[in-house]
């Protein structure tokens, strides 16, 4: 079990989601469905725009957007900030921390291009959710760890969740 200090946004469009796709609803069914323990996670209102994830003197590893709707993606590549999540990826890019973007839209249209291009200058990492297939999955999870890994390793985190690439 790792221990990493997490600070955790869910947006109301991404409660929606989790509700839909997922049946969650709230945070304890969230807790729950991600194993039960929480002791590193910090849970914040997205609509609390004052909160410590949207000031630099809070530092962090960096943040990761996942999964980021192509509205969030606009945001952060224009500098709107309507959100706390939007504000906290500012003071991300702001700060020349690490800004990992999963986007959830397929196919893109030029417009979600241009914005994805105008966050990657910005300095965000821009990282869809296409797995490898090397280390032959054997269930979705697999394929969601593969994901999930080359997240952490763009945050730094030493965390091994899947057999690395050994070339042949």
Not at 59 to 88: D, F, N, Q, W, Y
Not at 141 to 163: C, M, P, W, Y
């Amino acid at each position: 079990m790792h221990h990493v200090p997490t600070w955790l946004m869910i947006s109301s469009h991404g409660w929606r989601l989790l509700t839909e796709e997922c049946g969650i609803k709230d945070d304890r069914e969230l807790r729950q469905a991600t194993g039960g323990e929480w002791v590193s996670v910090r849970v914040f209102d997205d609509t609390d725009r004052g909160a410590e994830p949207a000031s630099g003197s809070a530092k962090t590893a960096g943040m990761a957007i996942c999964p980021c709707s192509m509205g969030t993606v606009a945001a952060i590549a224009h500098g709107t900030s309507r959100s706390l999540i939007e504000r906290a990826a500012d003071v991300v890019l702001k700060e020349r921390r690490t800004l990992v973007l999963v986007p959830r839209e397929t196919p893109l249209s030029l417009v979600h291009l241009r914005n994805l291009t105008l966050a990657t200058e910005a300095g965000a990492i821009v990282l869809p959710a296409a797995p490898g297939f090397y280390h032959k999955p054997q269930k979705v999870s697999d394929l969601v760890d593969f994901v999930v890994q080359r997240v952490l390793d763009h945050l730094g985190l030493e965390i091994n969740l899947v057999k690395r690439w050994e070339g042949k």
